[in-house]
């Protein structure tokens, strides 16, 4: 009989951080599912991710889809010991340039999205289990990123509930906290409207503001994921972990 580490749902689990956790867990035993919200990425996680990871199209900003997500989810593993919150999206432009739809976009995935997934997944939550948001090096004072305040907030507000949160489960011994990746190598630079050469521009500069001189990689995010899904994280909660090269430190 197989012997499973663990049972995790990753939310935007179809690329980039998410993707990388979840071949990271699943590479250490546990039974995964991933949502994504493009048609077109969950096609291509279903068609790469191993066989028996569970891939479900499901858009964060709607609650019943989230609902629905979880419901297939449970039908499948019966409970959950993990839950990465990681579906979101970055939305670069200026104060004067945001409109109302944009605002809502961002905080309807990023903020609502993830409270309501957590919420909706509590009932498979075990005693014990460990919840993770994606934050946000932007969002975490006084590391700001001019032209990133929309989405600055709703990272900023997932990073507020986390102690609250982590209060309010305590008494099930569900631990939660936050990551807040700096500078990554992810898809998401390859859909910049910019030209490539800007692109390129702006992260040699961001790399050359980092200390360690480099951009991290997904796989580096989902190591400290699962840091925080194991029992070495058994007496860590309530956190915001900044994991950014030591981005912002000067």
Do not use: C
């Amino acid at each position: 009989m197989t012997t499973f580490s663990g049972s995790a749902l990753i939310t935007g689990g179809t690329s980039g951080i998410g993707r990388a956790t979840a071949e990271l867990l699943h590479e250490r035993g546990y039974r995964v599912a991933v949502t994504g919200r493009s048609p077109e990425s969950v096609a291509q996680a279903r068609e790469e991710l191993p066989a028996d990871v569970l891939v479900i199209r499901a858009d964060a900003r709607r609650v019943s889809e989230t609902a629905d997500a979880i419901a297939e989810v449970g039908e499948r593993f019966g409970h959950l010991t993990t839950l990465f919150i990681n579906a979101g999206i970055t939305r670069a432009a200026a104060l004067g340039t945001v409109d109302e739809a944009t605002w809502d976009e961002i905080h309807d995935t990023n903020t609502k999205g993830s409270y309501f997934t957590l919420q909706q997944a509590l009932p498979l939550l075990t005693d014990g289990a460990s919840v993770i948001f994606t934050g946000g090096l932007g969002a975490t004072p006084p590391f700001g990123i001019a032209g990133g305040s929309a989405t600055a907030a709703s990272r900023g507000a997932l990073i507020a509930m986390v102690s609250s949160l982590a209060l309010e489960l305590a008494p099930r011994a569900i631990r939660v906290n936050a990551v807040s990746p700096g500078a990554i190598e992810t898809p998401i630079w390859g859909k910049s409207a910019a030209p490539a050469e800007a692109v390129a521009a702006r992260k040699a500069a961001i790399a050359a503001r980092t200390p360690l001189g480099r951009f991290g990689t997904a796989r580096e995010i989902a190591e400290t994921v699962a840091f925080l899904a194991s029992d070495g994280a058994a007496y860590l909660t309530g956190q915001n972990i900044v994991v950014a090269g030591g981005g912002g430190l000067g």
